[in-house]
Structure formats: structure tokens, C-alpha cells
């Protein structure tokens, strides 16, 4: 099993950019999938999470209203649309598939992506 985050790099800040996650080696069409980031000298934070049917989403507060996930599980993969980018979003952002329909809490994802760099300039 193989999660593959990609879409990061360098905008300035006001700009955007999707991240896409691709899984491979098995089907994640009943898992939730979600999205966490690591700024540098910071512990990994939750920033957010679609259920496996897509009905369902949850946002951290700091990217309430600018950053959106989505997914399309006949690909296999989501995505997560990053608008309105601040300095402060600057982080490593990895993906990862729970087998519960969405949590935050970290602890209950069973798989992980490598991780994909975003930077944001002021």
C-alpha cells in the first residue's frame, strides 16, 4: 500500500495550490481520508478530514474557509485545494487513509503518504 502526495511548492501568499494524494496497492473507497501538516520545530497538526462518501468534512480552524478537501475514490485519490496561502501554512503537508469514517486524532490513521513540501512566501 502506497499513499503518494504531490501538488506542493513555492506561492506567495494570497496564492494557491492543490495537494493530491494517490493510493495504490488497495481500494480506500471505505476509508476517511485525511490531511495533516508539520511546520518546522512544530508537532504534526491536524488540518482535514473528508469521510469515506465524501459527506462529511472537518477543518482545522486555521484553514477554515481558505482550504477545501475533496476526493474521488473511482481515482483512488483527494485532494486538497489550499486558497488564500498564508506564511504561516508553510509546512510539510502528508496525507493519510483511516478506517474510521473521520477523526483528527492522528493516532487512528492506519496508513501515510511521504509528505509534500509547501512554502509560503510573504
Known amino acids: 500500500v502506497q499513499l503518494q502526495a504531490s501538488g506542493g511548492g513555492l506561492v506567495q501568499a494570497g496564492g494557491s495550490l492543490r495537494l493530491s494524494c494517490a493510493a495504490s496497492?488497495?481500494?480506500?473507497?471505505?476509508?476517511?481520508m485525511g490531511w495533516f501538516r508539520r511546520a518546522p520545530g512544530k508537532e504534526r497538526e491536524f488540518v482535514a478530514v473528508?469521510?469515506?462518501?465524501?459527506?462529511?468534512?472537518y477543518y482545522a480552524d486555521s484553514v477554515k474557509g481558505r482550504f477545501t478537501i475533496s476526493r474521488d475514490n473511482a481515482k483512488n485519490t483527494w485532494y486538497l485545494q489550499m486558497n488564500l496561502l498564508k506564511p504561516e501554512d508553510t509546512a510539510v503537508y502528508y496525507c493519510?487513509?483511516?478506517?474510521?469514517?473521520?477523526?483528527?486524532?492522528?493516532?487512528?490513521?492506519?496508513?501515510w503518504g511521504q509528505g509534500t513540501q509547501v512554502t509560503v512566501s510573504s
Open positions: 496497492g488497495r481500494t480506500f473507497s471505505r476509508y476517511g
Open positions: 493519510a487513509a483511516t478506517r474510521t469514517i473521520a477523526t483528527i486524532d492522528s493516532s487512528r490513521y492506519d496508513y
Open positions: 473528508i469521510s469515506y462518501s465524501g459527506s462529511t468534512t
